[in-house]
């Protein structure tokens, strides 16, 4: 897989299931304190929905585990990873124009992110805190983020990165980052597959 669908955030607000039940949860307990406090009375019913809601939310913490986060915006336009080029949203970046190229790639549909104490929504990411940044030689900067399905999908893509590498748009840490090459096997074998390309470069020129 060489094409990504690219993700453009939203600017709106919105309430999330966090922001609900901490809402509903602090006014049950401002509420509670007026009572008690300011007027001298004591009304077990703010304290019964107080427990309500706590119970609630450790039940929204576990159902979480099981659901993806919602899609805060939306996704518009395609990043193509070319031999030659880049493809942004239809806008192509040709590799003689671009300095450098840095990409995170660590998101994907279904990673497990909000599992923090306290963090009732949608425990599993919808995979789009994922960006690419075009450094041109003109100086402008392109900053895209895009949505990745599965975590080793760049693997699909690995000879243009390979390219991209031997024509020094990317370091060698990068491209070892963006494939997934963590152990010293995964990274020789990287190695030996850079040198065959470049070896069957040289021979055809």
């Not at 193509?80 to 994907?108: A, G």
């Not at 949505?147 to 491209?175: C, G, M, R, T, V």
């Amino acid at each position: 897989m060489n094409r990504f669908s690219i993700f453009k955030k939203s600017d709106k607000f919105y309430w999330s299931i966090n922001k609900i039940y901490y809402c509903a949860l602090f006014s049950i307990i401002g509420f509670s304190y007026i009572f008690g406090k300011l007027l001298n009375l004591v009304d077990f019913t703010f304290l019964w929905l107080a427990v309500i809601v706590m119970i609630a939310g450790i039940l929204l913490k576990f159902k979480g585990f099981t659901e993806i986060e919602p899609l805060r915006g939306n996704l518009e336009g395609d990043l193509i990873f070319e031999k030659e080029s880049l493809i942004v949203n239809k806008k192509q970046y040709l590799l003689d124009e671009i300095h450098k190229i840095q990409i995170s790639n660590d998101d994907y549909i279904g990673k497990l992110i909000n599992f923090t104490q306290g963090n009732i929504v949608p425990a599993l990411s919808n995979g789009t805190n994922n960006h690419l940044i075009i450094f041109l030689k003109s100086k402008e900067t392109i900053k895209v983020f895009f949505e990745l399905i599965n975590s080793n999908d760049f693997q699909k893509a690995k000879p243009i990165l390979i390219e991209y590498y031997l024509k020094k748009k990317i370091d060698f840490e990068e491209l070892k980052y963006v494939l997934g090459e963590k152990s010293l096997q995964d990274i020789r074998e990287l190695k030996e597959e850079i040198t065959r390309i470049s070896n069957h470069k040289t021979l055809k020129t």
